[in-house]
């Protein structure tokens, strides 16, 4: 060893204790790190405080409107769309401000960011907004079969904070409805899972913006969040409003008849005035 190298190894501290004199985050960083690898049993809590650290939630989530957990579909916007009917009409009335009409079907999808299990304790719907129906334009797809079992209801007109509520038995899933937890079942994730909650909403009397609030309970630490969260288009849902002014419409149940677009002012007899004729 060279005298240089000698002087600078002997002036310079070990490694840990240049830890130990570093800033205080990247001390609470490391130290777990070397402690989960001396103690065995020891690694799930490290990472976990490490995810903390770094501002990584216990529970993440993703949201988006799926008409495809419905029979049918049926959106509207207060919008009044003029082009003829082509496969570009159902993408344009969402991007106008369309929601789902009567009862809407949302897909939030948790995924859990924890070594440990999360409890799911509470599911509600919080509504932020009630407005008159959307009365503007209408796109109608009557149903056509199918869908998948939903998984929580929500009766938005019950009031501002509604419970979610869950069917008894899955293979009925709009019959013998009752309150998440009534029975003492849960939903639970463990680590790294997701877990897709399917969602019907339903109202006959407004235009509902409502979010969804999830309680959990991690480690004994409760904790909570909303979906879409604050800063996001709120979810929405419209009653079937006693009329529209344009409506599109699929015609399946029509034979030989194409979709087309009607004015529902000139020609009210054409257009619907609930999901089904």
Known sequence: MSEET???TGKNPSWWRRVGRGPKWLIATIA????ATAVPGVAPWATDHIRDLLGQPPLSAISSAEPGLLAGSYWATNSILTAPYSDEIYTAIQNEGGVQIGTSGQLITLTSNRAGQIDI???TAVIEARQPPLAGTAFIAPPQGGGIGLTVQFHL???DQVPALVPSDPNYPDKNLKPYLADGSYLYLEQGKSEPI????????CYCQWRVRINYVYRGQAGQITVPPPGQRPFGTTAWASHYRVEYDT????AGIPPARYDCVAEP???EVGPFR
Not at 32 to 35: F, N
């Open 269 to 271: 007899a054409r257009c």
């Open 198 to 205: 399917a969602i019907q909403a339903t109202t006959t009397t």
């Open 32 to 35: 777990p790190i070397i402690v």
């Open 157 to 159: 007109d019950s009031g």
């Open 6 to 8: 000698a002087n600078e």
């Open 251 to 254: 015609n399946v149940f029509h």
């Open 121 to 123: 304790e509470q599911v």
